[in-house]
Structures are given as C-alpha cells and as structure tokens.
C-alpha cells in the first residue's frame, strides 16, 4: 500500500513562505495524481493543489492561485507544494492524497470528490502568525 509522509510544516510570520513536501514509499509515484488539502479548526477541509500522474496538468483553488505552487518529481517519489505570500488564512493542517490509475495521467482528480483518491497522509501542521 502506498504510504505518504508530509513535512516541512512550521510557524512562518505573513507574507512568508514554506515549501512542504509528500514523500511516498510502497509503490513508485509514475501511476498516481496527488493533491494538497488542508484543514483548520472549525472548517471542512478544502483542497489546495492538484498535480497529475505525468505532472502536466496542475489545479488550485482560488483563494491560493499565483501563490502556491504544486510540483512532482517522480525519481524521488515525491511531491512538493511551494506556499509565498502566506497569510493568517492559510493557517491550517495539511495533507496530501494520492489518486491511482491511468485516469489520472493527464489530468487532475477533483478536490470535491475525495472517493477518487486511494491513499492520504496524516499531516503537517502550518501555522502563519506574528
């Protein structure tokens, strides 16, 4: 089964950056889509980033277009999700998921339909705050 462990989590001061990063172990990333969701107190969690199996296809929820970036490097099993510019509202916990299959080679799972992916992390924490 495929195993992902997030990191790179932290407080940063607003206007900051952090880059956080889905190592995957079990299987090689070449077959799956991944995204980035996250969650903060109170709130439904929320998917931030999307990146397709061959890393051609890319998606984001508004509130964090041109200041995440989502990418995937399939040689070290592993994705990364770039955050500048971050503000108190992107406070959260987050995780990534792995969507599997062929479906998803050249385009993106859905943020709302969480039944499309196979595999998800437990989360690291990103505190944004002064």
């Known amino acids: 089964q495929l195993q992902l462990v997030e990191s790179g989590g932290g407080l940063v001061q607003p206007g900051g950056s952090l880059r956080l990063s889905c190592a995957a172990s079990?299987?090689?990333?070449?077959?799956?889509?991944l995204a980035w969701f996250r969650q903060s107190p109170g709130k439904w969690r929320e998917g931030v980033a999307s990146i397709s199996a061959r890393g051609v296809s890319t998606d984001y929820v508004d509130s964090v277009k041109g200041r995440f970036t989502i990418s995937k490097d399939n040689a070290e099993n592993t994705v990364y999700l770039q955050m500048d510019s971050l503000g108190p509202e992107d406070t959260a916990v987050y995780c990534c998921?792995?969507?599997?299959?062929?479906?998803?080679?050249?385009?993106?799972?859905?943020?709302?339909?969480?039944?499309?992916?196979?595999?998800w992390g437990r989360g690291t924490q990103v505190t944004v705050a002064s």
């Open positions: 079990g299987f090689s990333l070449d077959h799956y889509a």
């Open positions: 998921a792995a969507a599997y299959g062929s479906s998803w080679y050249y385009q993106t799972p859905t943020f709302t339909d969480e039944s499309e992916y196979d595999s």
